[in-house]
């Protein structure tokens, strides 16, 4: 009895292990494909004024394969390299009036895009209703989210600053609102539909071989 026991025990171990370092391989394989886009043309488009961003596909495919906290953590890696580029790019002065308002709006924004968008996708997943659908949505949520903490916190820390009120007065922008709508605009149509098919194609695939 102890003998099987004490086997059972070393399988179980050795399963653990073994799911744990599956895991650990496929979150270092996600991280280093969200910093390579952020290094190459595949990561950004820049444009007068601001930077299009496709980062959020590892971003939302890391939060599917590998639930929140692993989307949490791709949305780090997309977050810091963000913060890095943004130090030298277009808004550099909001990062030398408010840094740690700029940390907020480049990483912790990411980081909760990626958490959400884990716990979005396991709870769609996790109902028969939303099966067939909870690949879409999830992917569909994640330039949704990031738009929505970026933006919201570009509002809250710099609205009043210098820069931003140049792009309000640009835009014709009467409120905060308003500017969010203009700014965003068809950027982020284009962020949101490129990002939400190709997440979408990419995380379907990746989780049946993933969960294999």
Known sequence: ?????????ARVNVNASQAKTKYMVQLALMVAI???MALTPLGYIKLPGISMSFLAVPVSVGAVMLGPVGGAICGAAFG???????LTGTFAPLAMANIAGFFCMT??????EGLLTGFIFKALRSA?????VSFFLASLATPLLNTFFFMSAMILFFY???????FVTALGAAN??????????????IEAIVCTIVGTAV????YKIFKK
Not at 1 to 9: E, G, L, Q, R, Y
Not at 160 to 166: A, S
Not at 203 to 206: C, D, F, N, P, V
């Open 160 to 166: 009043n600053t210098e820069l931003i009120q140049g």
């Open 107 to 112: 990483v912790v924004a990411r980081v909760l």
């Open 203 to 206: 995380s379907t695939a990746l």
């Open 128 to 132: 028969k209703s939303t099966q067939k």
């Open 80 to 86: 810091i390299t963000s913060f890095s580029s943004g």
């Open 34 to 36: 969200t910093l390579i």
């Open 1 to 9: 009895m102890k003998t099987t026991a004490t086997v059972d025990t």
């Open 176 to 189: 905060p609102f308003m500017f969010v709508v203009l700014m965003v605009g068809i950027q982020g149509a």
